[in-house]
C-alpha cells in the first residue's frame, strides 16, 4: 500500500477527508493541538490500521527540516497533501507585522517548503496543495467572508508556487493545486450556512467524497500537473 502524508488533519475538511484516503493509503497524520479530534479519527478501525505515524507540529515555531525528517523516517509518500492552515480575519487596521510573519510561515513558507523537500525526495508522486478558493478567486471569493490582507497574500501566492514546483519537479512529481468551495460546517451559524447555500449555483456545499475523488483523478492523471482544480458549485 502506497504511503501518503496529510498535513491539517483534524481541520474541518481534514477530519473528513482521512477515511477515505485510508482506504488506500499508509497515512502518516500531521496535526497541531485538536487532540480530541485526532483521538475520535484514530479510533476508526479502517483509519488506526492504516495509520503509520502521528506527527504533532506546530509550523509557526521550529525548524521544518525537523518535520520532514520524522516523515522520511516512516518512509517517502507517493502522495503529499498540503491542507494545513490558519485562517484570519483581522481588520486592515489591526494588520500587524507579526501576523504577516506569522500567517506568510504557517500558510506559504511551511508548505512551499515541505513540498519543496519532499519532492526532491519522492521518485515519483503527487503534491496537492489543498486550499480555499481565496488563494484563487481572492478575497471576494465567499459571501460575508472578509479574510484579512496577511491571509489573502499567503494563500493567493501559492498559485505561483505551484506552476513554480510544477516543472522544477517534473517529470518524478506532479504538483497540483484544490480549490474547495464552501462545505458545511455545523458549527457556522445557521444564518452564514443559509447564506452561503444560497450563494452557490448547485445550491450544494462540496462534499468530502467530491474532493476525495478531485485528488484520485489528480493522482491518476499523468499529465495533470501545474494547475488549480476547483470545486466550488460555481461560485
Known sequence: MSLALFTGSTGVLGRK???????NYRLILHYRSSEEVLGELVVDPVVGGSLARVIKWDFSVGPLEDFIREVLEVGT??????SASYYDSTPLA??????????????LVAP??????????MK?????????????RGHEAYVRIKPSLPYVAS????????RYLAKELAPRVRVVG??????????ASRELREEAISSIPTKK???????????ELAVRSPNLNGVFLTISGGI
Open 17 to 23: 477527508l482521512v477515511p477515505y484516503l485510508a482506504k
Open 77 to 82: 509518500p507517493n502522495l503529499v497533501v498540503l
Open 94 to 107: 489591526r494588520v500587524s507585522e507579526e501576523l504577516f510573519n506569522y500567517l506568510v510561515r504557517v500558510n
Open 112 to 121: 512551499s517548503y515541505i513540498a519543496l523537500r519532499l519532492g526532491r525526495e
Open 124 to 136: 515519483e508522486g503527487l503534491i496537492v496543495f489543498l486550499t480555499d478558493m481565496i488563494a484563487t
Open 155 to 162: 494563500r493567493g501566492s501559492l498559485q505561483h508556487v505551484i
Open 178 to 187: 484544490i480549490a474547495v468551495g464552501w462545505v458545511d460546517n455545523p458549527r
Open 205 to 215: 456545499f462540496v462534499t468530502p467524497e467530491e474532493v476525495y475523488r478531485a485528488i
